[in-house]
C-alpha cells in the first residue's frame, strides 16, 4: 500500500506540474488531486522536495536496473538520459524551480553506483585500494552528471544517443588504463 500511495503522490505532483511552477505547487494541491489527506503526505514524504527525491531516485533506479558493468554502462547512461527526457517537463521545472546543488545530489548517487559497477568490473584479479576505485569512480560520475545537468540547462535539445556515443568513444579503454595506474600488485604480472 505504501509503494502505492508514493506512486499516487508521483502522478499527482508530474500532473500539477504542467499546470504550474514547482514553488508554487502545496502539499494540500498534491493531496487534494489525490485524493489522501495531508497526513498522510506527511506519513511518507517530509516535504514536497522529499518526494522531488524520492521520484528521482526512483525514476534512475529502474533506467540503471542491471546497467553497471563495462559492456552496458552505456545503456545504463542512456537510460538515465530517456528517463529525464520522458519526464521533461518534470525535469525542467524542477531544475528551475531548485539549487543545481539539489539537482546534483540527486544524480551523483545514482551516477556512482553506475559508475562503481564498472570500476569494480575493471579491477576484478586486480589489488586496487578501495580509496582508489572511488576516486576514479567519483572521477568519471562529476564528468556525466556535468554532461547531463549541461544537457538539461540547455532544454535536452541535443539527442543522448549521440551524446552517450560521444562520451563512450571518450573514455574507452580509460577505466582500465586507470585501475592499472593505480594498480598495488604491478611486481606480481
Not at 529525464?84 to 539549487?99: A, E, G, I, P, T
Request: glycine residues 4%; proline residues 2%.
Amino acid at each position: 500500500m505504501s509503494q502505492t500511495t508514493k506512486r499516487a503522490l508521483e502522478a499527482s505532483l508530474k500532473k500539477l506540474l504542467l499546470q504550474k511552477p514547482l514553488n508554487k505547487i502545496t502539499i494540500n494541491d498534491i493531496a487534494e488531486d489525490c485524493g489522501i489527506s495531508r497526513m498522510t503526505f506527511y506519513y511518507h514524504f517530509k516535504d514536497i522536495y522529499d518526494l522531488v527525491e524520492w521520484i528521482c531516485i526512483e525514476d534512475a533506479k529502474r533506467a540503471l536496473e542491471g546497467k553497471s558493468t563495462h559492456d552496458n554502462w552505456q545503456e545504463g547512461f542512456l537510460n538515465i538520459f530517456h528517463a529525464v527526457q520522458d519526464n521533461k517537463s518534470f525535469v525542467l521545472n524542477v531544475y528551475r524551480c531548485v539549487s543545481r546543488e539539489r539537482i546534483e545530489q540527486y544524480l551523483y548517487p545514482l551516477v556512482h553506483h553506475l559508475m562503481m559497477g564498472v570500476v569494480e568490473e575493471m579491477a576484478v584479479g586486480m589489488m586496487v585500494n578501495d580509496s582508489d576505485k572511488q576516486f576514479v569512480a567519483s572521477f568519471y560520475e562529476y564528468a556525466f552528471v556535468g554532461v547531463m545537468l549541461e544537457w538539461i540547462k540547455n532544454g535536452m535539445k541535443e539527442d543522448p544517443n549521440l551524446i552517450v556515443e560521444r562520451t563512450s568513444k571518450l573514455i574507452q579503454g580509460s577505466v582500465l588504463r586507470a585501475m592499472e595506474t593505480f594498480r598495488t600488485d604491478k611486481s606480481l604480472q
